[in-house]
């Protein structure tokens, strides 16, 4: 059984920072008119970590296949059970330090709604950025799944508070 271990942020940051710049230009060279953002943890100075780089890729609507069709060329897929019409996710399944995420949305659709508002509202907020911290903190050695499902649910309180703002 995979048991997720927690870091602090600073110590993944110099091979993460590195890994971004990577990904971001491979990333581009394939998929025509995309923003690429860092989102996660990482993404967030003083966030605790399991020590991953997960990268956001938006692209229009009409851009959609093609850019699957083209980070197929590049990424396995991950987790095909979890994908819509405007969401798909992959992984880099060489990168190890740190492993890689690439999570692909059509701009402006509900899926685009759930990665970077998540980020912001960590970076603007210290105190809801200390809760997350004490979740993930209590969640270091837990099994995978139970990270995800736990981290899955703040995630959601926090994006339906701010819907309601």
């Known amino acids: 059984m995979a048991v997720v271990r927690i870091k602090p942020g600073a110590e993944v940051l110099p091979s993460v920072t590195a890994a971004c ?3 971001s230009a491979r990333i581009a060279r394939v998929v ?3 923003e690429i953002e860092h989102v996660g943890s990482t993404a967030v100075p003083g966030a605790l970590t399991k020590g991953d780089l997960d990268l956001l890729v938006r692209v229009p609507a009409e851009r959609f296949a093609a850019a ?3 980070l197929r060329g590049l990424y396995a897929v991950q987790q095909p059970e979890n994908w819509t019409p ?8 060489g990168s190890r330090d740190p492993p890689v995420g690439v ?3 059509v701009a402006g659709s509900p899926d685009d709604a759930l990665f970077a508002p998540f980020r912001d509202a960590l970076i603007a907020d210290p105190a809801l950025l200390a809760q997350y911290n004490a979740l993930k903190r209590g969640l270091d050695g837990a099994a995978y799944g139970d990270y995800t499902d736990a981290k899955q649910a703040f995630i959601e309180r ?3 508070a701010g819907a309601g703002t």
């Open 86 to 93: 405007t969401y798909a996710s992959f992984a880099d399944p």
């Open 158 to 160: 926090v994006l339906a």
């Open 21 to 23: 710049a990577e990904h």
């Open 32 to 34: 025509a008119q995309a």
């Open 68 to 70: 699957v069709a083209a």
């Open 103 to 105: 999570q692909l949305v």
